[in-house]
């Protein structure tokens, strides 16, 4: 499976966002998705996954962040609001064949290339 990210761009504080990853190929090797983010320098931080039976949030993006799906258009979405003054981060959407349920980066065998999302004050 290969995954293609896209919706990544300059934005405003407290402004609104949404990231989107196509899956093309095996796409039964994505029963379980998953956003990361990389800022420069640091470690990888899991934001959010969603399998057929749950959703999983990091305790900073709850109430801001919402992961979805469709199927049909075999896409993965990242809805982001109130986005904060941070530090500029590359968005990676990831996928698993089998259920995940953790913001673990390394229990994912698949990734996008990423996409750009800084915020800007």
């Known amino acids: 499976v290969e995954l293609t990210e896209s919706g990544g761009g300059e934005v405003q504080t407290g402004g609104s966002l949404r990231l989107s990853c196509k899956a093309s190929?095996?796409?039964?090797?994505?029963?379980?998705m998953g956003w990361f983010r990389r800022a420069a320098g640091k470690e990888y931080e899991g934001v959010a996954t969603i399998d057929s039976h749950c959703t999983t949030y990091a305790d900073s993006v709850k109430d801001r962040f919402t992961i979805s799906q469709d199927n049909a258009k075999n896409t993965l979405y990242l809805e982001m609001t109130s986005l904060k003054l941070e530090a500029p981060a590359t968005y990676y959407c990831a996928a698993h064949q089998k259920a995940v349920g953790q913001l673990r980066h390394d229990l994912f065998p698949t990734w996008g290339p990423g996409t750009r999302v800084p915020v800007a004050s």
């Open positions: 190929g095996d796409t039964e090797a994505t029963y379980c």
